[in-house]
Each structure stands twice: as structure tokens, then as C-alpha cells.
């Protein structure tokens, strides 16, 4: 069972940034990607963020693109998401992913148990 734990959540004001990181135990070796969810109250979980690891390519959603960015440190099994230009919409619990799967579809296989960041007007 691979172990995800996230840091670096908190209460930040509109327009500031804050920096996510996630770190999982040495048994991240067959994790194909790697990415950041996040939950609104009372909705559902939606994607915020991948990274794939054969090739470092990233994935965003469409309401993240050019204010977000995620990245990754092999050595120390880390990834990070860098959230800039926040708003008070993206005030939720962000949770990291990983999947052994290149492409995975449906649930991913192991979770982290998340992180609150909150965004003020």
C-alpha cells in the first residue's frame, strides 16, 4: 500500500499563492502519474493537476491552466503544486493521487487524506 501525505495547506487571501507538496513512502516505484484533486463543499471531487512520470508531461484543468503548476522531485518521491493568482473558488480539500496506470480512467488507486486550502475575498 503506498502512502500519500500532503503539507502545505491554509488560509490565504485572494490574489496570494500557496505551495502544496506531497509525499509518498518509497513504494512509489510502479506510480505511472501522479496529480492533485480537489472538493468544494458539498460537490464532488474534480481534477485539478497530473504528472506522468515516464515523461514529466502535465495535465491541468481548464480552471487552473496558467495559474497552477505541478511538478516533481524523483529523489525525494515528492510532487508539488504551486497555486498562484488563487480565488476564492478554489477554496476546497485538495487531495493527492497516484496510479500505477499510464493512463488511468475512473478512481485512482491510492489517496492521500488531504489538505484544506481557503481562499478569502
Not at 492533485?36 to 485539478?48: D, I, S, T
Amino acid at each position: 500500500q503506498v502512502q500519500l501525505v500532503e503539507s502545505g495547506g491554509g488560509l490565504v487571501q485572494a490574489g496570494g499563492s500557496l505551495r502544496l507538496s506531497c509525499s509518498a513512502d518509497r513504494r512509489t516505484f510502479n506510480l505511472q502519474v501522479m496529480g492533485w484533486f480537489r472538493q468544494h463543499p458539498g460537490k464532488a471531487r474534480e481534477f485539478v493537476a497530473r504528472i506522468d512520470k515516464s515523461d514529466g508531461k502535465t495535465y491541468y484543468a481548464d480552471s487552473v491552466k496558467g495559474r497552477f503548476a505541478i511538478s516533481s522531485d524523483h529523489a525525494e518521491n515528492t510532487i508539488y503544486l504551486q497555486m498562484n493568482s488563487l480565488k476564492p473558488e478554489d477554496t476546497a480539500v485538495y487531495s493527492c493521487a497516484g496510479d500505477p496506470r499510464a493512463a488511468p480512467t475512473g478512481l485512482w488507486r491510492y489517496w492521500g487524506r488531504g489538505t484544506q486550502v481557503s481562499v478569502s475575498s
